[in-house]
């Protein structure tokens, strides 16, 4: 199948980059166990803090290091890579191709998601669970739901990314767009703190938001805080944002092929 072939591409070449690897696994390890002890202060002062009891907040901090590359946090991915051809025109060979430009990018995402997963986010859990000695999903059921929740959050991750990528056809550099996204993606996805902090309305509007499915929807899942069915809402939660976002991501790409000159092309 073809876009199975272009996620297995997808993960050959992140494979390739293996030093790099290494670094990323050192640097987040060293991040989790800063965050570790800075956690376990703030749950010492306020053992019940969000709900989370000192574990939690510790097995929170190293879910969201393993998870920082699988979801792309920060941006970039496969979806860098579009920006880059709509600046130069190259685009237009993708819209030639027998296949939806959406799927085709989003293959291609899946790819560099399993391999970072299997990387950057099996390394990290693994010292967490050594060091730290941090929960693990508690029953099967979780565990599913949990692998569930992880692709449905790199799908909305790569939606947002489409996105931002899109605005390239307008902009004709995301940069700009890049960097925002990502500073709302850091605060709005718990990975600054977790949302099970956040007060009163801003609370309630950073769980309503789409990067709440990238980090503080699955560590809730992995911690077991989901149940029943307020499991299925919290996947329904993240099932909705996915198809709102790819559906966007269609609606944009349409109006760019009508409206928009391809810069070089």
Not at 42 to 64: E, F, I, R, S
Not at 120 to 135: E, H, K, Q, S, Y
Not at 196 to 210: E, M, R
């Amino acid at each position: 199948m073809l876009h199975v072939a272009v996620a297995t591409r997808a993960f050959r070449r992140y494979s390739t980059y293996r030093a790099a690897t290494l670094a990323g696994i050192f640097t987040n390890s060293v991040f989790g166990i800063i965050y570790s002890y800075a956690y376990l202060a703030l749950w010492k002062a306020n053992p019940t803090a969000g709900g989370y009891d000192a574990q939690d907040a510790v097995t929170y901090v190293w879910l969201g290091q393993a998870l920082l590359m699988t979801i792309a946090l920060w941006g970039g991915g496969t979806t860098d890579d579009l920006a880059e051809r709509i600046r130069t025109g190259d685009v237009a060979i993708d819209l030639y191709r027998p296949v939806g430009l959406v799927g085709w990018y989003l293959a291609s995402d899946v790819g560099r998601a399993a391999y970072h997963l299997l990387t950057r986010g099996f390394g990290p859990t693994l010292i967490g669970l050594v060091v730290f000695d941090i929960a693990l999903p508690p029953s099967p059921l979780a565990a599913v739901a949990f692998a569930v929740s992880l692709v449905l959050a790199v799908v909305v991750s790569f939606a947002i990314r489409f996105l931002v990528a899109s605005t390239a056809f307008w902009l004709l550099d995301q940069s700009g767009m890049k960097v925002m996204s990502g500073a709302f993606a850091i605060f709005f996805s718990g990975m600054m703190l977790p949302l099970v902090l956040f007060p009163g309305w801003l609370g309630t509007l950073a769980n309503a938001l789409p990067w709440a499915s990238y980090i503080q929807v699955p560590a809730d899942i992995w911690l077991g805080k989901h149940t029943g069915a307020d499991l299925a809402a919290a996947l329904g939660f993240q099932v909705m944002w996915a198809v709102v976002l790819l559906g966007a991501c269609q609606g944009v790409l349409r109006l760019a092929t009508r409206k928009v000159v391809v810069q070089g092309g």
